[in-house]
C-alpha cells in the first residue's frame, strides 16, 4: 500500500471525523471552538489517531473525555461513511500547534526591536 493512498484516508477520515462531531455528537460537554487538525492512519488501516486544536484551555479536558467515550459512536458512524473493509480504531490526541504558534508569534512581538520613526518629515 502506498504512502499516498494512506495520506488520501487519513484526509478522508479526518473529514469524516469533524463532520461526525460536528452533527451527530449531542455531547453538552463538546462545545467551544475546535477543529480536526490532522488524522494518522496506520498503514494496516485498524487504528486513527485523531488531533484536535480547542481554543479555550477550560475546555480541554471535559472535552477530550467526551470524545474518548464517544469514540466507539465515532467509530460506527465512520463506518458506515466510508468504504473500507474495517472501520479503524479511533484514538483522539490534543493537538498543542495553534497554542504554540500563538506562543511563539507573542515572544517573537517581545523580542522585535522597536521600529524608530523619523519626525524630520
Known sequence: MSYQRIDRISEEVRREVDAIIRSELHDPRIKGTFSVTRADVTRDLRYAKIYISILEEADHKPMMVALKSAAGFVRHAL???MIIRY???ILFELDH???YGVHIATVLKQVQPEVQTSDDE
Open 79 to 81: 463506518g458506515k461513511r
Open 87 to 89: 472501520a479503524p480504531e
Open 97 to 99: 500547534n495553534i497554542e
